[in-house]
């Protein structure tokens, strides 16, 4: 699931300036683990939801070992909404990602997902963007079921040798 870049951190979302470089790496980590797991915010909603979707017999840390969340660009950005053009990042860490998983199928939501991965020559599926402003969007949910219906289709033809 690759998602467009990080976005600014939440409300009261701090951390400690004089913690080891180990203990924010697992502060953030935790955080987002969190934010996941309760939904604190329309965006992981919605990718729990997606997520779901594609298991619905699995608890979410189940899920957790079957997907992998990143973002395009991967490098933090001041104006999160507007028109981005450098791929350094994508090019440097996100192809690096994606060659370690090479039979996933790669989504990306959002108009930046595609960008980046385009960029990059990945193959992907479109949709949506899982968070506002395009997951507020009419076509936004038809999107993410189009893509969940690609992904087990092309789960089902790995399968069958296909």
């Known amino acids: 699931m690759v ?3 990080p976005g600014h951190p939440h409300d009261g979302e701090r ?5 080891s470089a180990d203990g924010l790496m697992q502060a953030c980590v935790s955080h987002a683990y969190y934010s996941f797991k309760n939904g604190t915010d329309l965006f992981h909603r ?3 939801w997606f997520i779901d979707q594609l298991y619905p017999d699995l608890t979410f840390d189940e899920q957790l070992r079957r997907v992998w969340l990143t973002e ?3 490098c933090s950005i001041d104006n ?9 990042c994508a090019s440097n860490f996100l192809v690096r990602q994606v060659a370690l998983l090479p039979n996933a199928t ?3 939501f959002g108009g930046k997902a595609k960008h980046y991965l385009t960029g990059i020559g ?3 599926v479109s949709a949506y963007a899982l968070a506002p402003p395009g997951a507020n969007h009419r076509p936004a949910r038809p999107s993410w079921e189009a893509a969940i219906a690609e992904v087990a ?4 033809a790995r399968r069958a040798g296909g």
């Open 72 to 74: 395009g660009r991967l």
């Open 153 to 156: 289709a092309r789960r089902q």
């Open 46 to 48: 919605n990718t729990r």
């Open 80 to 88: 999160e909404i507007g028109r981005t053009t450098d791929r350094s």
């Open 106 to 108: 790669v989504v990306a």
């Open 3 to 5: 998602f467009s870049k």
């Open 122 to 124: 990945i193959d992907y």
């Open 15 to 19: 951390y400690d300036p004089e913690i």
